[in-house]
């Protein structure tokens, strides 16, 4: 199926505006790849507050040594009646341990219940 050419033309504006700072982003994260993570400089809460709820990931994140994907959702798909996204975290986790890394869902937006 072919995209629509609006679409498509609009995503090829997107990729050529953001072709400069998207490669500056890349270079930085090859850079942190083979740099490693100094996650020492955090304070205390902050570092035991980023991998609190990480379950059988805790280790590796506190560790340091594998690559920790961020999910930052701006939906509020997971506690929905519906949860149009509420396997994907837990299937990332999973694909993300099956190559040395881990992952963290950020909510960014307040659950409804949440007022």
Known sequence: MA???????????IV???A???AAYLDLIGR???EGLD??????????HGFAAAGEDKLAIRAGKAMNIGIVTAFNDMLSAHQPYGRY???IKLFARE??????VA???PAMCDG
């Open 39 to 48: 996650r020492p400089k955090l304070s205390c809460g902050n570092l035991a």
């Open 20 to 22: 400069q700072t998207r």
């Open 3 to 13: 995209l629509h050419p609006v679409v498509a033309r609009v995503t090829d504006r």
């Open 107 to 109: 909510g960014g937006v």
């Open 32 to 34: 942190a790849r083979h």
């Open 16 to 18: 050529a505006r953001s």
């Open 99 to 104: 190559v040395g890394a881990t992952a963290q």
């Open 89 to 91: 975290p837990e299937q």
